[in-house]
């Protein structure tokens, strides 16, 4: 099995920079991808980024592009999203999510606890 924690939520003003990490624990990763995903209140779990463990190869949300950049490092089972030029509607619960890689989150099996970003104008 696979265990994730995220750390790095907080609150930031619009226009502000905040680093998310998700630190990961069990098999080995060289199968999965690792995704990030995004939640407000009253709204469905929406993608926001995904990285193969393996390649590195990404791929984003339209609302994310050129402000968000996902990457991760092999040595430490960490993957993070470096997120700048912050809006009021990134704020969210932020998931870090592990599986066979998609946008959907049926592509995901394991998940993290997720953490809170709040971004006020």
Known sequence: QVQLVE????????????R?????SGRTFSS???GWFRQAPGK???FVA???WSAGSTNYADSVKGRFTISRDKAKNTVYLQ?????????AVYYCAAGRGSSRTLGYGYWGQGTQVTVSS
Do not use: H, N, W
Not at 20 to 24: M, T, V
């Open 44 to 46: 469905e779990r929406e």
């Open 83 to 91: 997120m700048s030029s912050l809006k009021p509607e990134d704020t």
């Open 50 to 52: 995904v990285i193969t």
């Open 7 to 18: 750390f790095g939520g907080g609150s930031v003003q619009a226009g502000g920079s905040l």
């Open 32 to 34: 999965y991808a690792m």
């Open 20 to 24: 998310l990490s998700c630190a990961a």
